[in-house]
């Protein structure tokens, strides 16, 4: 199948406030338990007094064009669809973690049991964390390792992904990076958005607006 | 059941807590995944036992064979690869019961092409070993064309289930530590040395004699003088590369890991192994030289075990921050 796009993302650290919005929202969506962070916000300060900054950094899986994880995986769990979207087949996954090692961006996690998280215990302690367990099983698996897909069932139905659905300040912009017309490319031109790490070869789709 | 309910909770909370600021950290980033003190704790281990029994079985299988022609010695090597790394790489796993996916993948993954390896390694291993160890109905012995071809067929294995550690960690761009030419070297001379030091105490073990004590010895300090000389170009190699490789450094020389790196891995598995290998080529032999020699050799496997133990627990991703954001 001939993809005519390739799904990425911009962030704007000018507008992330590092409310953790997005963790909150991937969470609900995916209902990953406890330890388990396909989207997560890394702070750090920086400078000294009196003129410390601190800036927030929200981090998800890069969905790179040249995934260090598919090619390191040994059991073809991971593959690429033609619009880009890395995605994981908990049914093939061994849970080997390679791809956690290989992973600059420390977006691969891994569960070995589910647990609620409350009591921290495999047993399921209300409805809902019964409910959360069965949906967490049926998107993954125990023992294997899983990542963010920009939600890719709901990008299938032509919406946008939970977090940049959730992001209150609009941080997050999701769109086409081929088509030079889109939202996401305009923003990379204008404000020189940048990927993580481009020394590694990977070239990420999600692109970071400077905060500065 | 509330005490009990809240002391879970409490543990859930505090094992999270350690685990999970490594995941949050802006700066360099440990790698939570391989080795003891991992994710899952102890269980993480073993996958740091499958590399060692890799190794040290294949060293053990090609030394014996190959320098002192024992098929007990061979045997062990064999067994040691074959149940014993597959055990410890089968209790690693999230899904042991897919293993057989591990083999799918040998194009672009280091994991599959070691774990092939090892198979072959198995069978040639297994096919040469037939005829000394109760198959005596097949086609070959170890003397024949076939034996013969079936021995290097092992061997050439054997150095590849050797090799390929160093290049499934060297293959990680990400952890400048251990991306470095230098990891499979490293790991090579280190399992010829484990081999040494088992095929040594197998022998010690069940009373065989070894043919060619003193040409096991001056191997034995060769290669250890060569890991030693591999391990100081490392130390060297990380102080003048990034600053996620100092602070690896940083890791292995001053904090609870040195302990293991300094103390096991450099003082009691190099130095006094390679001091103790002189010590036997100066003295004359006996009892007091054999109990030196097998002293010497658990402190070169003790070293092995603890040099890989360290490398991957001083394996750190480069932080996510970069400059300009």
């Known amino acids: 199948m001939l993809a005519l796009v390739r799904w990425g993302m911009v962030i704007d650290l000018k507008r992330c406030t590092a409310c953790h919005s997005c963790s909150v929202a991937c969470k609900a969506e995916h209902h990953t338990p406890p330890g388990v962070f396909w989207a997560k916000v890394v702070r750090m300060e920086s400078g000294k007094y009196p003129t410390v900054t601190r ?22 769990a991971t593959t ?72 890719v069932e709901r990008v299938d139905q032509g919406r946008k992904p939970a977090c940049v659905n959730a992001c209150p300040c609009e941080a997050r912009t999701f769109g086409d990076l081929d088509d030079p017309e889109s939202e996401v490319s305009q923003l990379i031109k204008k404000r020189r958005g940048m990927q993580l790490h481009p020394e590694y070869g990977t070239d990420a789709s999600v692109y970071y607006l400077p905060a500065r | 059941m509330v005490c009990r309910t809240l002391q879970l909770s409490i543990m859930a909370v505090a094992e999270m807590d350690v685990l999970q600021y490594e995941d949050f950290k802006p700066g360099p980033r440990a790698q939570m995944e391989w080795g003891f003190g991992g994710r899952r704790r102890w269980r993480d281990g073993a996958l740091l036992m499958a590399l060692f029994l890799g190794g040290i079985g294949a060293g053990q299988f090609v030394i014996s064979t190959w320098f002192i022609h024992s098929i007990t010695s061979a045997l062990v ?49 297994a096919a040469y070993l037939a005829p000394d160890i109760g198959f005596g109905w097949v086609p ?24 390929y550690d160093g290049f499934v960690l060297a293959s990680c761009k990400s952890i400048t530590s251990w991306h470095t030419a230098l990891m499979p070297p490293l790991f090579f001379t280190y399992a010829i040395a484990g081999g040494v030091a088992m095929t040594y105490l197998t022998m010690t073990a069940t009373g065989g004699k070894i043919l060619n004590q003193s040409t096991m ?20 190699n990380m102080a003048a590369s990034t600053s ?82």
């Open chain 2, 217 to 236: 010895t001056n191997l034995d300090a060769i290669l250890l003088t060569t890991m030693f000389a591999l391990v100081v170009i490392y130390i060297i």
């Open chain 2, 77 to 125: 090597g064999l067994l040691v690869v074959g149940v014993g790394k597959t055990v410890a790489h089968l209790v690693y796993l999230g899904q042991p019961t897919r293993f057989y996916r591990l083999f799918l993948r040998p194009r672009t993954s280091w994991v599959s092409r070691g774990l092939i390896f090892m198979v072959v390694f198995v069978v040639f291993a």
């Open chain 1, 80 to 151: 690429k669809r033609p619009d880009g979207i890395v995605v994981v087949d908990s049914k093939k996954c061994v849970g080997c973690r390679y791809c956690a090692v290989a992973c600059p961006y420390g977006a691969r996690n891994f569960a070995g049991e589910w647990k609620d998280y409350f009591t921290g215990d495999s047993k399921p302690s209300s409805a809902f964390a019964e409910h959360s367990r069965k949906k967490w099983l049926e998107e993954s698996d125990r023992g294997v390792v899983s990542k963010c897909n920009f939600c």
């Open chain 2, 244 to 325: 996620t490789a100092r602070e690896s450094l940083r890791r292995l020389t001053s904090t609870k890991l040195a302990i293991t790196f300094i103390g096991l891995a450099i003082v009691a598995g190099l130095l006094v192994p390679l001091t103790l290998t002189y010590y036997d080529q100066l003295e004359v032999g006996g009892a007091v030289a054999s109990v030196l020699l097998a002293f010497s050799c658990i402190l070169e496997l003790a070293g092995d075990l603890s040099v890989r133990h360290s490398i991957l627990r001083a394996g750190l991703h480069a932080p996510v921050f970069s400059e300009g954001l």
């Open chain 1, 55 to 76: 800036q927030a950094l929200p981090l998800l899986c890069m969905n790179c064009k040249e995934p260090e994880c598919k090619d390191v995986c040994p059991t073809g």
């Open chain 2, 140 to 163: 070959w012995t170890a003397e024949t064309t076939l034996g013969q071809a079936l021995w290097l067929g092992a061997v050439l294995s054997a150095s590849l289930v050797m090799v």
